[in-house]
């Protein structure tokens, strides 16, 4: 059973690893052809997330809480679940087919809310885009319904690679856009001369990607043997249970995807003041918009999509167990190991942004040193949340294994309000070229105060859960990983980093040699004080 889990675990961590990576190398791309901190990226970027910003607000929630539990249930019936998963997939599509045309008939009315000072040529470039993107909504659904019955029948590789395919028809469709229509340093494509050819191959083909991603799925699920058909009547099945059983998980995505939204509303208002010139010398200093802060959170949410969800997959059995079996101390134990192992990981992905947040700024800055400034600056200040954001997601599974969905949802409420304060204050006081910084640190700083909430919510719940362990396991880490920032920042130094005219600001393969140089420095330099602080965590780290 151990090495049934073992392996597919591994299978769904290559699966994810290999998808981060392609994931990097589209958005590497996406930032050759179109740039990053320009109009054209900010209009593309919004336009091609609010499909899945919306999704896991209206119906993302529905899914993962209330339907998939079910999936499991109906799994060990004598046919296998076949006709209740027939059902499923039918009552989806429907509901899917029903909420992504309401979207799409309301396209106007969001981008005018989730663009506010825009120019009209620019809400009507975002809505054309809006229009081809916003049926990802229903693959997005599709995706996530076929996956989860996969999962639930053990059959976890597809789930987890089907991501892979769309990043490849995206990297594939970029690559001919820059061929045909030429790197954004070479032509400075903007909203007058946009042509519908580049629609085609940024736009359209981002949807047939995600579409592929989830149509894909139909394959191992027809594998699995379970005659998969259109079924109705869904009376009887266990829908309305499963719902208020889910109620408080709902009500605690909704309140946080809402409050991202009202954030992200924010990060949009720069788009409108930017001034659409190339850079180049004589250029005003580029404003960052909605697609800096996107690349910014790409990387600082990386250590907690790869290694901290991981460890929080293995730690949430454990400790569901344990509280199952009102053993507090297995409970504690899982915890605190988890929150110690995680660190090692985390933590020094926190130095290493800051430490490099130039070369990745440069590296996704279309080849303009100016905005690769911009998009490092972001980085610095984001950064400093990134091991916060998986304690805090692990201090939050302590209560959902003791079946207390109610205090994630009172810690969320209270980091959305201050959310959401945060995205109106700063709308209101910032000046647009300051408004993503602002949001950034904001980012910081609502994973600090989950945090903070979550510990003092569980230590009144089960007491010390070995406080003085992790904060002493977290100061040598630190001590580690300062160490290490040390020795790549001399390395950063050395290969002109800190200089305007240095390599690493020369164009993109610069900033990647450096970053490979760097990052190699700076993991050798952190494995060896690891030993020197003796972290016994790293050794663990390593064997998950």
Known sequence: MQKSGARASAVMASGTLVSRVLGFVKTFLITVAIGSATTMADVFQLANTLPNLIYVLIAGGVFN??????????????DEGADYISRLITLAVIALLVITTAVVVCVGPIMRLMGPGWTDAQLAMGTTFALITFPQIFFYGLYTV???????????????????????IAIASLLVFIRQFHPFRLEHHTVENWTPG??????????????????ILFWPLARLGLKIRPRFGWRGIGLAAAGKLGGWTLATGLVANLAFMALYRTAAIPTGARPDVAPGPGAPVPIAGTAVLDQATMLYALPHGVIGLSIATVL???MAAAADRGDRDSLVRSLSSSLRVTGVATVFCMIALIVYAGPLGMLFSGDAPAAGAVIGQVITLIAIGAPFMSTAFMLGRAFYAQEDARTPFM????????????????????????????????YAVQNILA???????????????????????????????LVAGVAGAGML??????????????????????????????AVA?????KVFRVQEFTALLAR
């Not at 590789?157 to 990043?167: F, K, Q, R, S, T």
């Not at 109106?424 to 408004?435: A, S």
């Open 198 to 215: 580049q629609t085609f191959w940024l736009v359209v083909m981002a949807t047939v990607g995600v579409a592929a991603q989830a149509l």
């Open 316 to 318: 949430f059995n454990s």
């Open 451 to 481: 945090t903070v909430i979550y510990h003092v919510a569980l230590t009144r719940r089960i007491g010390d859960y070995g406080l003085s362990r992790i904060v002493g396991s977290h100061a040598r880490i630190l001590a580690a990983a």
């Open 411 to 442: 810690v969320q409420l209270a980091v959305s309000v201050f959310t959401v304060v945060c995205a109106v204050l700063i709308g209101h006081v910032f000046p647009p070229e300051h408004m993503v910084y602002a949001i950034a640190i904001c």
């Open 493 to 522: 130094w050395w290969l002109g980093g800190y200089r305007t005219d240095g390599l690493p600001w020369h164009d993109q393969a610069w900033a990647i040699i450096t970053l490979a140089v760097g990052g190699t420095v700076m």
């Open 65 to 78: 809480a209330v339907l998939v539990p079910q999936i499991i249930k109906a799994s060990k019936a004598e």
């Open 526 to 530: 952190y494995a060896v004080a690891l």
């Open 146 to 168: 076929v996956g989860q019955v996969l999962n639930a029948k053990g059959a976890f590789g597809a789930y987890m690679w089907a991501p892979v395919l769309n990043n490849l």
